[in-house]
Structures are given as structure tokens and as C-alpha cells.
């Protein structure tokens, strides 16, 4: 009777409001909607808690580890069931690490007052010691959820969009350390802790946290900025299309001028020659935006051949017709892909005399396939730039550049399920060309 009711008072008063005000946490932290969630969390906690605690004595250390993982994983598809499994995973981990945090803080505490193993088994007095760092954590959440602050959900973004393995291995390998430190507060509990060896221990595993966090979010914060230099480039080529809007009704109100001058004065073999002068010089300077896949598209490239001209580079690019293909692919995504190539092929150009700087663009539809190609004249092309171009971070050029344009090209690419590839046309002539599926969609996590 005594072990039921020991067991019933460490269900209310501890296991149950520490994996609520735990998950609450968690999901503030990351920037999850919480205000029509509190039911269901608080009854999450009750079944999540009352299992393992049920568990608990049944299950040696490593095994009710994983027990508990998997408990969470199944009851969070029957509680929430609109998550995604990344978006599982992350609460998953940073509940077990924010609960190893709290149970070392609070047993090393408790190793100078009273035998830790007491936690679980004593009365709710011993209990207390636990309450003061779960209360913390309700504070902090309460605060973050009250101002509206959520530290973590750029990272979140960034985890769920992202496609890179090297990030799902960095953090499976934090996975296995929260986990194995768990393993480990679960079997010191029932031995009393060395103070020094016990503050070493904290001091590692708050390092550990403090570290992955920021690697995160300079990862994350890196991606934004690049976000932000794509955007205010596109706001820049934007400005140049309606520089050259405003130029070129200023331009025709001069020739209506003329016009109407040589129509007063009766000289109409002249108004016609003059006429035909326009029209041909209208027809020179059109870039047929009509026959372009988007007016998104078309404005880009207006813009780019206004900066092409202004930088004293001969730019030449083929139409192609509209296809109700084009729509599989954001207009967005294609912009970026076509803005950040023609940036790479211009700054790469404009570094040759004047007479050599030549980029070329196609774009058309084949075989299922839109079939982007750039090419342009450039320096020599080392083994170690063909190797090192598409790395985040990396460029040959000097300012204020990022070297983000070709990494953001690939990670686009790869998301259609597409190639990029790098080619060679001769001595100093090099072609970046872009394959995507038509009917394809981007991945997104």
C-alpha cells in the first residue's frame, strides 16, 4: 500500500508537472502553437507520465531509456497528429536534454541534503528539491510564451528545410549524447555524487547544449543574410526596370512631339521615314517579355541586360514559348536560379577587356526537362574552383560578396530533384547548366 501510494504522489506531483511544463517549454522554444494545445499537452503529460513511471522499476536503466523515447514518439502521433516526424524528433531531443539537465542540477543538489535515490522513492518532502528548477523552466516558458518570444524557430526553419546529411548526423550525434547522459543520471542516482566530478559533468553537458545551439543559429542567421543579399538584389534589378520604364516614356513623348510637329508642317514622306526609325529601334531594344515562362522571369531579365549594358558586357539571351509545364516550378526558385547564375557569369566577365566580356543564357523545354545553360568568358578555371565553387561561403571575388550564389543555386536544384553541372567550352569559356524535371515539385524536409 505504501509503494502504490509513494508511487501515486511521485505521479501527481512530480512526473506529470514536469513533462507538461517540460514540453511547454520545448515548444515555445521552437516556435510551435501552443494556445488551443494546452489540453492536450496536460493530457500527454498524464498518459506519457503514468506509463513511464509504470515502467520505471520494470525496466533496467538503458532499456527504460529507450523505452521512454519510443512511448514518446507513438503517443505524440496520437496527441499531435498534424507534426512532421523532424519536427517530433527535435521535441523529442530537447525534452530528454532539458530533463537531463534538471535531474543532474536538481540530484546535485539534493547529494548535499539527502540520498538522491529519494527523488523517486521517498516522500513528496524530498521531492521538493526537484521543484524549484521544474518551477524555473514554467517561469521561463511562461515568459517566453507571454512576450511572444520563441528563440529556436529560425533553427527549426532551417532543420526542416534543409537537406543536407551532414546536419541530420550532427544532430543524431547529440541525440546519442543526451541519451547517454540520461543513461547515466539514471544510474547515479542510486550512488551519492562526487561534488567535483559532478560539476565537471554539468559544465560538459551545458557546453554541449550551449554549442550545438549556436552552431545552429549561425547556420540559420548565414542562410537569413543570404536571403536578405538575394532580396535586395532582386529589389536593385527591380529599380533599374522601372529607371528604364520611366527613360523610355520620357523617350516617347519627345518622338510624339516630333511627330505631331511633322504632321502640322505637312512633311510626310519624312514623318514616315522617322516612324520607320522608331519602330526599328523599339525593335531592337524589346525584349519580348511575352514569350518568357513568368513576368517575374521576364522583369529579371529586363533588369539583367539594363546591368549587363551599363557594365559593358554583351549579354544574349534566347525566347522561349509558354507552357503550362512552367507551373510545376516556383516562380520564386526559378528567379533565384536564373538571378544568382547571371550574377555569378557578370561579376566572373566583368574581371576581362571590354571586348571579351560575352555571357549567354537559353532556357527551354525538353524531353520533360526545362534546360537552363549560362556561359560566359572567364579566367582560367583551376581544379581547385571547379572543385570548391558550390561550397557555402567560398568565392574568388573581393567586396562585400558572399559566396552563397552557386550554394543556394545546387541546394534549389537539388530540392526539384534536379542537376547542376559545370562544363568547359574551350579555353576561358565555361557553362553552368541546370536540369529540372518539369512535372517535379520541391522537397521541403
Known amino acids: 500500500m505504501d509503494y502504490i501510494m509513494q508511487s501515486l504522489t511521485v505521479l501527481v506531483f512530480l512526473s506529470i508537472p514536469q513533462t507538461f511544463i517540460h514540453l511547454w517549454f520545448v515548444l515555445v522554444f521552437w516556435g510551435f502553437p501552443i494556445p488551443r494545445a494546452l489540453p492536450r499537452l496536460l493530457a500527454f503529460a498524464v498518459v506519457y507520465a503514468l506509463y513511464v513511471d509504470l515502467a520505471f522499476l ?13 512511448a514518446f514518439l507513438a503517443l505524440s502521433y496520437v496527441f499531435f497528429l498534424r507534426a512532421g516526424l523532424r519536427d517530433r524528433l527535435m ?11 534538471v535531474d543532474l542540477l536538481a540530484a546535485s543538489v539534493i547529494s548535499h541534503f539527502a540520498d538522491p535515490y529519494r527523488i523517486r522513492s521517498g516522500p513528496a518532502s524530498d521531492m521538493m528539491y526537484v521543484w524549484p528548477f521544474i518551477a524555473a523552466v514554467g517561469l521561463l516558458a511562461y515568459w517566453m510564451h507571454t512576450r511572444g518570444r520563441s528563440p529556436g524557430i529560425r533553427i527549426r526553419r532551417y532543420i526542416l528545410e534543409s537537406r543536407n546529411r551532414l546536419l541530420h548526423v550532427f544532430l543524431l550525434s547529440v541525440f546519442v549524447q543526451v541519451v547517454l547522459a540520461a543513461i547515466y543520471v539514471a544510474t547515479q542516482l542510486t550512488q551519492q555524487f562526487d561534488t567535483l566530478f559532478t560539476v565537471l559533468f554539468l559544465l560538459g553537458i551545458a557546453t554541449m547544449v550551449a554549442i550545438s545551439y549556436l552552431s545552429l ?52 514622306e519624312q514623318l514616315k521615314r522617322y516612324i520607320d526609325e522608331v519602330a526599328d529601334d523599339l525593335q531592337s531594344g524589346t525584349t519580348k517579355e511575352l514569350l518568357w515562362p513568368s513576368s517575374a522571369v521576364s522583369a529579371l531579365i529586363q533588369a539583367k541586360a539594363a546591368s549587363a549594358a551599363e557594365r559593358r558586357i ?71 574552383r571547379r572543385r570548391m565553387m558550390f561550397t557555402p561561403g567560398y568565392t574568388t571575388k573581393g567586396g562585400p560578396h558572399s559566396g552563397l550564389g552557386l550554394a543556394i543555386v545546387r541546394d534549389l536544384t537539388d530540392g526539384y530533384g534536379g542537376r547542376v553541372e559545370v562544363r568547359e567550352r574551350g579555353r576561358g569559356r565555361i557553362q553552368f547548366a541546370v536540369t529540372l524535371p518539369l512535372h517535379a515539385h520541391r522537397r521541403y524536409g
Not at 520494470?58 to 519510443?70: D, E, K, M
Not at 536578405?228 to 534589378?237: E, K
Open 217 to 268: 543559429r549561425l547556420i540559420s542567421q548565414t542562410r537569413s543574410e543570404a536571403i536578405r543579399a538575394t532580396q535586395n538584389r532582386y529589389v536593385g534589378d527591380l529599380m533599374q526596370v522601372l529607371t528604364s520604364l520611366r527613360g523610355q516614356r520620357h523617350d516617347f513623348a519627345n518622338h510624339l512631339q516630333v511627330m505631331s510637329a511633322m504632321v502640322t508642317m505637312g512633311k510626310h
Open 58 to 70: 520494470a525496466l533496467p536503466t538503458p532499456l527504460h531509456i529507450l523505452n521512454s523515447a519510443l
Open 314 to 384: 554583351e549579354f544574349q539571351y534566347e525566347d522561349i514559348e509558354l507552357s503550362p509545364a512552367w507551373q510545376s516550378i516556383r516562380n520564386i526558385d526559378l528567379v533565384r536560379i536564373i538571378a544568382n547564375l547571371l550574377d555569378n557569369a557578370f561579376d566572373e566577365t566583368v574581371k576581362l577587356p571590354e571586348h571579351e566580356r560575352r555571357v549567354s543564357l537559353r532556357l527551354r523545354a525538353e524531353d520533360g526537362h526545362l534546360l537552363l545553360e549560362v556561359t560566359n568568358n572567364c579566367e582560367w578555371l583551376t581544379d581547385e
Open 91 to 101: 521535441v523529442l531531443v530537447s525534452m530528454f536534454t532539458l530533463t537531463v539537465i
